[in-house]
Structure formats: C-alpha cells, structure tokens
C-alpha cells in the first residue's frame, strides 16, 4: 500500500506540474504545502517525478505510472525498493547498462516498450547543430550531469590535498558527485568556482597569450548573468579590467558579491537590455567581448529535463531574433583588433551555426574558431562558441 500511495502522489504532482516554473522550484513550494510529507517522501518523489521527465518525449502514449517505473528503471543504477515492489524483474537488472536495459524494456512481454526509441527522447534531430551525436546526446537524459568545479590559480595544491580520491581533469576541474557538500571543503569563487565543465572548456577560446600576442587588457561579459565567465577570464588575464552587464538588476547584485569573494576589484556594471539598446562606448571598445547570448538552454536540459518535456521548437525563431539583435549591437562599435566570443548552451542550429555564418555575412569579423563543446560524453552540459576578430 504505501508503495501504491508513493506512486500515486508522484503521478498527482505530474499531473499538476505544468512547466510555466523550473520544476525544482514548483517542487520546492509544493512540499511546503503538503507539511505531511517528511525528507524521505520528498526525495523519493522528486526522483520518480524527475525520472517521469528523463524520458523526454519517447513512449508518450505509456500512462505516467509506467513512464514513471521505465525512468526509474533506465535513469538509475542502484536497486530501489519501489521499482523492486513493481518491477523484481527489472529491479534484479538495474546495474546493467543503459543501452542493455533500453533492449530489455523494448523485449518486455507486457508490450509496453516495443515502441520506444532512443531518437524519441529529443526528437527534433535535423534542427541539430551538425557536430552533435544525436543518440549519444539523448541517450546523457537518462542520468543526472555531474557537478564539476574549476580549481582558481594558486589553490591547485590545497585543494586536491583536501580531496585525495577526486576526479581531476586537467589543468583545473573537478568532476564531484552531486550533494557534494563544497563549504564544506572550500571557500566558493576564492579557491573554486562551480562552473560546467563545458562552461570552463571556453578558456579554451579565449584569445590565447603569446610573446607576438599580448593578453586583452578590457574584458566586456555582455550577458553576465552571475559572472561565473568574468571570474574565468580574470583567471585568465589577471590583470584584465572588467565590464559586466546584464539585463536584470538582481543577478548583477549576486555578481557583484560573486565578485568580491574571488577578490575581483578592476571592474564595472551596468544593468542594459541589448535587443533595445547601443551599448555604451566604454564597452563596445574592449578588447574582448564575451556574448554568452539567452538561448533555449537545450545543452544544459539533462540538468532539467522538464524543459525538454515542455519545449515547444516555435521558441527558436523568437531566441533566433533576439540573438541576432544583440550580436548586431554589440558589433556597431566593435574596436579595431578587438575579439568577439559568441556563445550558448545550446545545441540548436539555428542558435549556433546560424548566428555565427549571420556575422560572417553581416559584420567586418573574420571567424577564426568554431566549437560544439560535447558535455553529453563527460557528464556535462553541451555548449557551441565561435571566436571572431575584428581587423586592426
């Protein structure tokens, strides 16, 4: 019976949730509601309800308490004991791997997995920017991205130190289990930076410095939402002066603090909304300019799978126009010499391929580096940048 019940709320809140909020934070107040409900039930219903949207668009038709038990059974490794009161056989099988368990579903004599297909799971495969893999990047939905950290210079020796069994990826991430207790380690944006590892990835983007090419002294993050990319490119070029803005005044406060922690003092703000308006000079005229633009999110939905549940593609053309607005103000009065990093965390198209060839087209901008940075491999989010230079 209680096994029932558990099943039943989950399929209640399913059935409830309507994705106009991120589903944490839909879950969040819905547990504040329902009191009754101690950690335990918490947890394990937003485990169902997660794996419930894990499967993406695949096997529609599969009434919700079946789509819940295939989450449960195709996202996790580890025996559950309600998967076990439902399901023994495939519960005695959850350890397998993905691939082999997906055969198991679609062989299952209950018929019930006969027309599922990986490709279903995000189905809009020829919107794809051309150097995604489309399977591989449905099959990252079935697990949750890891959390990853980027080591800040001068800390490298205290901070492996203090985690002798991490895994390190060179020259500065590492890749932790989520619930990794970082304050409990670590001083947050002073000895690490919790950053994708896609995200940190761009360093490799950046402007490199040698003794014919000096380190870009002006640094403008036009869409810096909290300034997890600045902090980067101080790290980078330490003695960089930043400019950060930002069309929402409450990020740039929590920026400002991220700020402060990191020990970043050479900077600027401003709060500007770049589809309207020509961004002032002082800006325009940096050396490098990083347009990390809003976008669908699409490389980041293993992260929440709810908005791939809830995507509707009319969303492209809107997210299409707007970056090609704020590209086109953010070029007008782009300096000489000057480097423009154009960025998403999207695998769309029309996001990323697109928008690059419209500033080839459109912008005195010769394009030297174009990148579909795969997170789907490594447990992280999937990103696409292009670094163009304006002649001197």
């Known amino acids: 019976m209680k096994f029932d019940n558990q099943l039943r709320h989950a399929t209640a809140i399913i059935d409830a949730y309507k994705g106009g909020m991120p589903l944490h934070a839909w879950l969040k107040s819905f547990f504040r509601d329902n009191k009754q409900m101690g950690s335990r039930d918490r947890k394990l219903l937003s485990t169902l309800v997660y794996s419930y949207y894990r499967l993406g668009h695949a096997v529609p038709a599969l009434p919700p308490e079946e789509r819940i038990l295939t989450g449960l059974f195709l996202c996790h490794s580890q025996p559950h004991e309600l998967l076990n009161y439902f399901r023994s056989d495939w519960n005695e099988k959850i350890a397998l791997p993905p691939e082999e368990k997906i055969i198991l579903f679609q062989q299952d004599p209950s018929g019930a997995g006969t027309d599922f297909q990986v490709g279903d799971i995000f189905p809009w495969k020829d919107q794809l920017s051309p150097g995604i893999d489309h399977r591989a990047f449905c099959l990252s939905f079935l697990h949750q991205p890891a959390l990853f950290l980027r080591i800040r210079p001068g800390h490298e020796q205290a901070v492996r130190e203090r985690l002798p069994n991490d895994e390190f990826i060179p020259p500065f991430t590492l890749r932790l289990p989520n619930g990794f207790n970082i304050e409990e380690y670590f001083t947050p944006d002073h000895e690490v930076v919790v950053q994708d590892y896609s995200s940190q990835r761009l360093a490799d983007i950046f402007p490199s410095i040698s003794p014919e090419s000096a380190p870009p002294a002006t640094f403008w993050d036009a869409c810096a939402a909290s300034g997890g990319k600045s902090i980067l490119a101080h790290d980078l070029y330490p003695d960089i002066r930043i400019t ?93 010499g000057a480097w423009l990093i154009y960025s998403t965390c999207s695998v769309f198209k029309k996001e990323n391929e697109d928008i690059a060839a419209f500033l080839r087209e459109n912008a005195d901008l010769e394009q030297d580096k174009m990148e579909n940075i795969k997170g789907y491999d490594s447990q992280a989010d999937t990103m696409f940048a292009a670094r163009f230079h304006r002649a001197p």
């Open 244 to 336: 950060a803005s930002d069309i929402r005044d409450s990020i740039l406060h929590n920026l400002e603090g991220r700020f402060h922690a990191a020990g970043i003092k050479n900077y600027t703000v401003f709060t500007a909304d770049l589809t309207r308006e020509n961004p002032p000079s002082t800006a325009a005229t940096s050396d490098l300019i990083l347009a990390d633009v809003p976008c669908t999110g699409s490389g980041t939905w293993s992260r929440t799978p709810e908005e791939l549940y809830f995507f509707n593609p009319r969303q492209l053309t809107r997210y299409h126009e707007m970056q090609r607005q704020i590209v086109s103000n953010l070029v007008a009065n782009m300096a000489p």
